[in-house]
Nanobody
Framework: QLQASGGGLVQAGGSLRLSCVVS????????MGWYRQAPGKERELVAK???????TYADSVKGRFTISKDNAKNTMYLQMNSLKPEDTAVYFC?????????????WGQGTLVTVSS
């Protein structure tokens, strides 16, 4: 089970940190990511952190957003700085694995981020 939090209303140029607490013992061995879906648009990848600790970011957030995790707290984070109105969306966390021995794909419920101009 994934529980996302940290969304809210912020002015352009501001910052927010999203958190996603993951229940269970799969956190350390999972790939994880943050996705977002704006009104009328498809869900898109924002950032991902693989089990091998490789990070990937959407071009639109590079240099502004940072994905991280704390294994001791079973929590993943998305630090969002220099927010823009176009960052307004519902943000979802995800953990997944697609190995031969372990396949799963879990999503959080989403947290709304609204950036005012």
């Amino acid at each position: 089970q994934l529980q996302a939090s940290g969304g809210g209303l912020v002015q352009a140029g501001g910052s927010l940190r999203l958190s996603c607490v993951v229940s269970g013992s799969i956190f350390e061995v999972s790939n994880m990511g943050w996705y977002r879906q704006a009104p009328g648009k498809e869900r898109e990848l924002v950032a991902k952190l693989t089990r091998a600790r490789m990070k990937t970011y959407a071009d639109s957030v590079k240099g502004r957003f940072t994905i991280s995790k704390d294994n001791a707290k079973n929590t993943m984070y998305l630090q969002m700085n220099s927010l823009k109105p176009e960052d307004t969306a519902v943000y979802f966390c995800r953990i997944y694995s697609s190995t031969v021995l372990n396949t799963y794909d879990y999503w959080g419920q989403g947290t709304l981020v609204t950036v005012s101009s």
